[in-house]
């Protein structure tokens, strides 16, 4: 079974900052897909940004990007020039590749923008 | 195009009531998740469906716990009898084609039981 592991509870940053979320994860598989989504306190779950694991390029979105790293099992996300409507809850998830599965969530960040 | 929709949003019963939870997925997605999220155990699967058919229920956390998708259009998630620790908010998610497309997820239904 695949884990999950984002380590910072909770982060905060004063707008127009650059942040980092960490995650890493667990998996024996060699074929699969990450995730990050967002959870603002509308409780919408709003899909950020996708990676498939053969690609080596990182993938970016705007002011998103990830630094995904294979090897090390890692999975960070960037957020450039934060705003204040990036307030959020940001959950790292796990997709085998492999077959037909549903996403494996980390426990997530509580990221707050100060302006 | 409208999105993945769940009704209730919020319901809030008394323990041992029947609660029924019900989502619609995006027109054209073969795969239905279903998820709860809670603050101690987070967002967990809880069952899913590929063209209807249950593919893996090993999330349902006890019997008193069903899902069903009569059809491709409809899907329902049915408690009985309710406990208080089934308070959660209960996501449904839907995918287009192969699994490891994005999940859509609908609003989710915030449920208390009192």
């Known amino acids: 079974a695949q884990t999950v592991t984002q380590s910072q509870p909770e982060m905060s940053v004063q707008e127009a900052e650059t942040v980092t979320l960490s995650c890493t994860y667990d998996?024996?598989?060699?074929?699969?897909?990450l995730f990050w989504y967002k959870q603002p306190p509308s409780r919408q779950m709003i899909l950020v940004i996708r990676?498939?694991?053969?690609?080596?390029q990182n993938a970016t979105e705007n002011r998103f990007s990830v630094n995904f790293q294979k090897a090390a099992k890692s999975f960070s996300l960037k957020i450039s020039d934060s705003q204040l409507g990036d307030t959020a809850m940001y959950f790292c998830?796990?997709?085998?590749?492999?077959?037909?599965?549903?996403?494996?969530f980390g426990k997530g960040t509580h990221l707050i923008i100060q302006p | 195009d409208a999105g993945v929709i769940q009704s209730p949003r919020h319901e809030v019963t008394e323990m041992g009531q029947e609660v029924t939870l019900r989502c619609k997925p995006i027109s054209g997605h073969d795969y239905l998740f279903w998820y709860r999220q809670t603050m101690m155990r987070g967002l967990e699967l809880l069952i899913y469906?590929?063209?209807?058919?249950?593919?893996?229920d090993s999330g349902m956390p006890e019997d008193r716990f069903s899902a069903k998708m009569p059809n491709a259009s409809f899907s329902t998630l049915k408690i009985q009898p309710s406990e208080p620790r089934d308070s959660a908010v209960y996501f449904c998610?839907?995918?287009?084609?192969?699994?490891?497309?994005?999940?859509?997820f609908g609003d989710g239904t915030r449920l208390s039981i009192l």
């Open positions: 998996t024996s598989e060699n074929n699969y897909y």
């Open positions: 990676q498939e694991a053969y690609k080596q």
């Open positions: 998610a839907s995918s287009p084609g192969a699994p490891n497309q994005p999940q859509h």
């Open positions: 469906f590929n063209n209807n058919v249950p593919i893996d």
């Open positions: 998830a796990f997709l085998s590749g492999g077959g037909a599965d549903g996403l494996t």
